[in-house]
């Protein structure tokens, strides 16, 4: 069973958005057993868009179009398809969120459906009408089931080093590896007759890269790491206070990104100059001329004091410099220093990122959630 979706909108051409569908859609379309073999991307021009699911239809059995509709039955995309499809064997599907209907027609034995761009829309509307009619209309097919398993604290070269054989398998059994910033991911794909069979094979793999990566393994599918560490401490019963310079916040922003964290996180100062550090932590005027705002003791006074400020269990302190100025010879643009600090503990880590300033303050408070997930 081949199955196609067909973008519909000039903003995604142009790249003023980003196609989330197209995502959303082909993971949930795989995970019932239907292969995704084409995707195309058009305009809001009634000719291609005719000729696209005209295309569509000769090469495949499922055809999906996102974007192009309207808030009545009788809008563009639906008026060019109209040629197409027998009237009489439209289902129209009502939008619960938004205003753009959609619609299941059927073109001979193959099937056209019609759904809403925006993925607040869609998302509803596909997993609650769309999903239901796919799995009655073609029960029977293969089974199709994934796992992801997130990892951080290792480069991609080093993570491919460790599961290589892995990355070589061939299906019904998969490996890839995706990069992110400070991530790196390993999904699993399965492909099996019934959904036991696919799971089951999953997990011999899993266990494999679970005893290779022991350690650098912070979650599975869509966990963050902020949500990992959440975890950690919500099960300890810990609480956390966090001192930053260069996140300029962005570590306290992902740990209360995280529901339920007011369990566990108590505040958060940004002592972003040396004066704040001074003031507002007691960080010595003396200490960061010895050795400079960015150094291994600054980092360590940074997260004592707030440990001590806010009388939590753990203290935790980012220092760094983002760039792309500031830098020297010895202490240069990605240079940060992650400090943590417990009634028993006190470890300062040294790290040397790359990339915008955007990347380096994300890896800065990746590498600080890290040091806690490991240390707690």
């Known amino acids: ?31 019932i057993g239907i292969d995704i073999y084409y995707q195309t991307t058009i305009g809001d021009n009634p000719q291609r868009i005719i000729e696209s699911v005209r295309k569509a239809l000769s090469r495949s059995d499922v055809i999906i179009t996102t974007g192009g509709l309207g808030p009545t039955i009788d809008d563009v995309t639906i008026q060019t398809i109209s040629e197409l499809i027998d009237k009489k064997d439209i289902k129209i599907i009502k939008n619960k969120v938004g205003s753009a209907p959609g619609l299941i027609a059927k073109c001979g034995n193959k099937i056209i459906i019609c759904l809403p761009g925006p993925l607040r829309e869609l998302k509803p509307m596909f997993e609650y009408d769309i999903l239901s009619y796919l799995k009655k ?23 491919d080093a460790k599961v290589k054989d892995l990355l070589k398998l061939k299906p019904p059994v998969t490996v890839g590896i995706y990069a992110k910033l400070g991530e790196v991911d390993l999904k699993i794909m399965s492909k099996a ?20 990566l022991n350690g650098h393994i912070f979650g599975y599918d869509d966990e963050t790491l902020e949500s990992a560490v959440g975890k950690v401490l919500t099960k300890k019963k810990l609480t956390i206070a966090t001192a930053e310079s260069c996140t300029g916040g962005l570590l306290s922003d992902r740990l209360t990104n995280v529901s339920g964290s007011s369990k ?45 400020f806010a009388c939590v269990d753990i203290g935790i302190s980012i220092t760094g410099i983002a760039g792309p100025t500031g830098g020297t010879k010895y202490k240069p643009v990605g240079l940060v220093y992650a400090a943590l600090v417990t009634d028993k503990k006190r470890i300062v880590m040294e790290f040397r990122f790359r990339g915008s300033r ?17 240390n707690t």
């Open 137 to 159: 209309t073609f029960k029977g097919n293969w089974t199709i089931r994934s796992r992801t398993i997130n990892t951080t604290g290792l480069a991609e070269a080093k993570v």
């Open 264 to 308: 566990y996180f108590m505040t958060g100062i940004i002592s972003y100059s040396n004066k704040s550090k001074e003031s507002f932590l007691g960080i010595s005027q003396k200490l960061m001329e010895k050795y400079g705002a960015v150094s291994r003791p600054v980092a360590v006074e940074m997260a004592r004091a707030i440990k001590h």
């Open 358 to 374: 955007e990347d380096i303050k994300f890896q800065a408070s990746q590498a600080a959630l890290n040091l806690i997930r490991k």
């Open 1 to 31: 069973m081949k199955a196609e979706i067909i973008s519909i909108g000039t903003e995604l051409l142009l790249g003023h958005i980003v196609n989330t569908d197209v995502a959303f859609l082909s993971r949930k379309i795989a995970e």
């Open 193 to 212: 007759k019934d959904e036991k069979t696919a799971v089951n094979a999953i997990k011999k793999i899993e266990k494999k890269i679970a005893k290779r």
